[in-house]
């Protein structure tokens, strides 16, 4: 089993910046993508990017490609994501996501969750 933590979510203004972080613990980390996603109230939880265990891939939505930066620390366990230039509609609850293997951009592909942490962009 892994346990998932994400925080750094908060209020900012458009074109400002936040990082989120995802603090992975539970059994051994390795060999596992991570993903973030995000969620509006009636809405899909959506792709945002995904990382490959080695961190050598990386792949985004479209959305949020030059914008947001996804890297992970296997030392510590953890997933980052840089958030730059956010967009109100960028609001969501933001979630990190763990799945043993290679990336994958459908929810249901992923085994393990967070719990969230929300994000707001005022205009």
């Known amino acids: 089993q892994v346990q998932l933590v994400e925080s750094g979510g908060g209020l900012v203004q458009a074109g400002g910046s936040l990082r989120l972080s995802c603090a992975a613990s539970?059994?051994?980390?390795?060999?596992?993508?991570m993903g973030w996603f995000r969620q509006t109230p009636g809405k899909e939880r959506e792709f945002v990017a995904a990382?490959?265990?080695?961190?050598?891939?990386?792949n985004y939505a479209d959305s949020v490609k030059g914008r947001f930066t996804i890297s992970r620390d296997n030392a510590k366990n953890t997933v980052y994501l840089q958030m730059n230039g956010l967009k109100p509609e960028d609001t969501a609850v933001y979630y990190c996501?763990?799945?043993?293997?290679?990336?994958?951009?459908?929810?249901?592909?992923?085994?393990?969750w967070g719990q969230g942490t929300q994000v707001t962009v005022s205009s």
């Open positions: 996501a763990a799945r043993y293997g290679s990336i994958r951009y459908g929810r249901v592909e992923y085994d393990y």
């Open positions: 539970g059994r051994t980390f390795s060999g596992y993508a």
């Open positions: 990382i490959t265990w080695s961190g050598v891939i990386t």
